[in-house]
């Protein structure tokens, strides 16, 4: 890699003005270059001097750049440039900017380069550039800015990249960057957008300041109409839950009501069972000759006992299982009330609404209110 990367800096001497192999560099790796541009009959003799000054420097530059030494190949490079503005030298500096893991100034001085060489003079030169150019557009965000106001100051990340319209659109690395847009008379407005590689539209509308103080007020005003809502929304639902609370208390009382009289059916089926047992035994052990209306009434008793304890012993179980059922769904529904509501989701978009939506269900019914602005 940095053998092909000399013999393209070899490439780009050669094409500066001077010829001959460069030290240090395999000539057949070298891309084939146009020969040396000679000494104009216009030249002076100082452009002739700054041209082989700006080839030295370049020399140098590419030995540093062999070496590892990017920032120092780098400034070579631009001295060079300052000593003569060959757009063919923007190949280097990008070359090094792309090894200091700067793709946006590598970005920019292939571009440069793209438009200040022919493509004629070195085809496989021009493709490197072309190709390295077109793979850091699709690694960078490019924004472009939509701006209703001419004349206003556009700010990023602090950094001030001119006035409204722009010409070309900002490019910047993936990532978080804030947007500030501002001018005199109208209300500053200021985005902070996450950017992915490619290209963006932003849309920004600046208002006059008394625009903004209306639509301050009218948000001021929806806000304050929100906190009245949720405060009202909050009241009915604290009083629909101590309506449900009482209502459950209600119920669990009945429940326990129920159950008790349940059990206390079943107690007395129990003494009529009691008595059932005695008065057999009574009819078993009575004696010879005891009269006959004595008898009649014992078996009576004993039949009635007996149903009456059968009978008592059902109907109380029905009723006993009834209040059993009834405080089991009044203990589930006291969980249902006191478990905290599901979250809803937030609306996104530019909306300015305030929608109030009823709603009805098991827990009871109530409302929910929506703002969005």
Same mark, same amino acid.
């Given at each position: ?21 460069? #030290?240090?560099r395999?000539?057949? $790796?070298?891309? @084939? ?19 082989t000054?700006?080839?030295q ?7 540093e ?8 190949a780098?400034?070579l ?6 000593r ?13 900017w ?5 793709p946006?100034? @590598? ?27 077109f793979?850091?557009r ?8 939509e ?16 006035r409204? #319209?722009?010409q &070309? #659109?900002?490019?910047?690395l ?21 950017l992915?590689?490619?290209?963006t ?5 600046l ?18 109409e &929100?906190r &009245? ?33 349940g059990?206390?059916v079943? $107690? ?5 069972g ?9 009819i ?5 000759g ?6 009649? &009434?014992d078996? %009576? ?12 012993m ?10 059993v ?5 009044? %203990? ?6 006191? $478990?905290?509501a #599901?979250?809803?989701p ?28």
């Amino acid at each position: 890699m940095r053998g092909f990367r000399g013999s393209v800096m070899a490439g780009i001497v050669a094409l500066i003005g001077v010829g001959g192999p460069v #030290p240090g560099r395999a000539a057949p $790796a070298r891309p @084939a270059a146009p020969a040396p541009t000679p000494r104009t009959a216009g030249e002076d003799a100082g452009t002739a001097g700054a041209r082989t000054e700006a080839i030295q420097l370049l020399r140098q530059g590419n030995r540093e750049l062999d070496r590892g030494n990017y920032r120092g190949a780098l400034r070579l490079f631009q001295r060079a440039y300052a000593r003569f503005q060959s757009p063919k030298l923007h190949f280097n500096m990008a070359q090094a900017w792309h090894e200091l893991n700067r793709p946006l100034k @590598a970005l920019q001085h292939y571009e440069l380069f793209l438009k200040g060489f022919r493509k004629a003079d070195s085809p496989e030169l021009y493709g490197i550039a072309f190709r390295r150019a077109f793979k850091l557009r699709g690694e960078i965000a490019s924004v472009r800015l939509e701006i209703n106001v001419i004349g206003a100051q556009i700010t990023v990340d602090g950094r001030r990249v001119g006035r409204s #319209p722009l010409q &070309r #659109p900002l490019r910047f690395l993936p990532g978080p960057h804030a947007v500030v847009v501002s001018k005199a008379g109208y209300d500053k407005q200021v985005l902070q957008r996450k950017l992915a590689p490619g290209t963006t539209v932003l849309r920004i509308k600046l208002l006059t300041e008394a625009q903004a103080m209306a639509r301050r007020k009218e948000v001021q005003r929806i806000q304050a109409e &929100r906190r &009245r809502a949720e405060v009202r929304l909050r009241r009915a639902q604290r009083a629909l839950y101590e309506r449900q609370r009482r209502r459950l208390f209600r119920f669990r009382v009945a429940g326990w009501s129920v159950v008790a009289t349940g059990v206390a059916v079943l $107690a007395a089926s129990v003494g009529a069972g009691i008595v059932n047992l005695v008065k057999n035994e009574e009819i078993k052990d009575q004696p010879l000759g005891t009269d006959w209306v004595d008898v009649e &009434r014992d078996h %009576r008793t004993a039949r009635t006992t007996q149903v009456l304890f059968w009978t008592g012993m059902s109907l109380g179980a029905v009723v006993v299982s009834a209040g059993v059922v009834m405080l089991y769904w009044q %203990r589930r529904m006291a969980r249902k009330l006191e $478990a905290p509501a #599901p979250a809803r989701p937030t609306p996104t978009g530019p909306q300015e609404t305030v929608r109030v939506t009823p709603w009805a269900g098991p827990r009871g019914a109530g409302a929910s209110l929506t703002l969005t602005f």
